[in-house]
C-alpha cells in the first residue's frame, strides 16, 4: 500500500487516510502557511471529515486567527485548538520577559510542542503540509513516515504535500479559489508567531523569515518525535506525487479535478 501510494495525488493520500484510521487521523495545520489551507480543503471533502489540530500560542498574528475563523465556518471543519499550560503573562512570570529572545527553543517547546504532544495522545495517524522544498531541515521527509512519541507510542506522520513545490501550492489555491493567511501578500513567506516572523525575501529560503538573527530552522513540531527508518518508498529522482505529474493544479499541468 505504500508502495502504491509513492504515486498516488495528494487527494487520493488524504482519502487513504481518512478511510484507514477514520477518526483516529488528524490534520495540523497553523493557517499561517498555504499548505495547511490546501489540506484543509481536501479534508473538508472527505467522510469521515479528518479534525484539524491547531495550536493557539497565544503570540500569534491576528490574521491568522481570523482566517482559522473563517475557514471552520464556512468549510464546516472541526478544530481543535491546544494552547499552553501557560498564559503569556504567567511564562513572564516563571521565566522572565522576552524568553523566546533568550531561549527560543524553551518557548517553542512550552507553547508549540507540548500542547501538540497532547493533541496527538488522541490519534494514530498525523497529517501535516510539510514538504522537502521549503528548507533543508525537511528535505529528507518521506510521504509516510513512522514516528515514535516520547512515551513510546507509534504513530503514522502523512506528508501529502511532501513532492509540491511552493508555485504547486499557489497554484491549487488559485485554482479553487481558496482563502489564505493575507500576510502572505505582505512580504511574508512563512507565519508563526509575532515575536519570531519577519518578512523574506520571496525567492529565498521559505522559512527564512523565522526566527531572524538566530541558527534556529524550526520549532520543534517536526522534530520532537523520533523517526523510526521504515518509510514509504522514495521516487527515484522524480517527484511522483507532485501535482505536476498527477494532473492536480501547479507546473503548468492540466487540472483532471482531483483535490
Known amino acids: 500500500m505504500r508502495r502504491a501510494l509513492a504515486e498516488a495525488p495528494a487527494h487520493e493520500v488524504m482519502a487513504w487516510v481518512a478511510q ?14 498555504p499548505g495547511g489551507i490546501v489540506l484543509a480543503h481536501m479534508a473538508a471533502q472527505l467522510e469521515p471529515k479528518i479534525p484539524i489540530l491547531f495550536l493557539d500560542t497565544g503570540f500569534l498574528f491576528p490574521q491568522t486567527h481570523a482566517l482559522k475563523v473563517r475557514v471552520e465556518r464556512e468549510w464546516g471543519l472541526n478544530v481543535l485548538t491546544a494552547r499552553p499550560r501557560l498564559s503569556p503573562e504567567e511564562q513572564q512570570e516563571q521565566y522572565g520577559p522576552a524568553l523566546w529572545t533568550r531561549d527560543p527553543d ?14 496527538l495522545r488522541s490519534f494514530d495517524c498525523w497529517v501535516s503540509a510539510i514538504r522537502r522544498d521549503q528548507s533543508s531541515t525537511r528535505a529528507g521527509a518521506e510521504l509516510i513516515e513512522t514516528h515514535v512519541l516520547d512515551d513510546g507510542r507509534e504513530i503514522v506522520k502523512v506528508n501529502p504535500l511532501i513532492h509540491w513545490t511552493r508555485r504547486d501550492v499557489w497554484a491549487y489555491i ?4 481558496l482563502p489564505y493567511n493575507t500576510l502572505l501578500d505582505e512580504g511574508y513567506t512563512s507565519l508563526g508567531c509575532v515575536q519570531c516572523t519577519r518578512r523574506a525575501a ?9 526566527w531572524p538573527g538566530t541558527p534556529k530552522t524550526e520549532c520543534g513540531l517536526h522534530t520532537f518525535t523520533r523517526l523510526r527508518m521504515e518509510t514509504s518508498p522514495r521516487s527515484e529522482g522524480s517527484r511522483a506525487n507532485s501535482p505536476a505529474t498527477q494532473g492536480i493544479p501547479g507546473s503548468g499541468a492540466k487540472s483532471k479535478g482531483g483535490g
Open 106 to 119: 524553551l518557548c517553542c517547546r512550552l507553547r508549540k510542542v507540548e500542547p501538540m504532544k497532547a493533541l
Open 202 to 210: 520571496a525567492e529565498g529560503d521559505e522559512r527564512a523569515g523565522r
Open 174 to 177: 488559485a485554482e479553487h479559489n
Open 20 to 33: 484507514t484510521f477514520k477518526e483516529r487521523a488528524a490534520l495540523s495545520c497553523s493557517f499561517g502557511g
